[in-house]
């Protein structure tokens, strides 16, 4: 029995995400960097869109429509879209305090080879200069 009692009272501290080696992250949208504040939106060689999405309640996309776009081709607006709907998600709409379905937009942007590398130099100086942060943090799988 004292065993038993024993193991009780080491579970909660056991419980996986609750280790001292395990970063605490704060809420951010997926594809959002705090780096990426002094780069400019587009750089020549990106591909971008509004993209306007239809939130349920809870924030989860419904639909998808490209808005204004550098992107010929239909077949990549229509991949942008399908995976907005498919993998984003955003904190819930709110009216008078209440999550509420509607309409938000976000500014896509499919970086060309000089916006990767500045995109990355800016990554590794905020870095340096934020150790405290988790690199963990801000990997979007």
Not at 89 to 112: E, S, Y
Not at 123 to 139: M, N
Request: aromatic residues 12%.
């Amino acid at each position: 029995m004292k065993a038993f009692l024993a193991l009780l009272t080491i579970l909660p501290v056991s419980v996986p995400g609750a280790s001292a080696g395990t970063p605490t992250c704060p809420f951010r949208e997926p594809g959002y960097y705090p780096w990426s504040t002094d780069i400019p939106d587009v750089v020549d060689g990106d591909m971008w869109a509004w993209v306007y999405l239809d939130l349920d309640k809870t924030g989860d996309p419904l639909r998808c429509y490209i808005g204004e776009s550098n992107m010929s081709s239909p077949e990549t607006r229509s991949k942008v879209c399908r995976s907005f709907v498919n993998n984003w998600r955003a904190a819930p709409l709110r009216k008078d305090g209440k999550a509420v379905a509607g309409t938000t937009r976000r500014f896509f942007t499919v970086m060309g080879d000089r916006h990767e590398k500045l995109f990355n130099e800016a990554r590794k100086g905020w870095f340096a200069e934020h150790p405290q942060d988790s690199p963990a943090c801000y990997e979007d799988d």
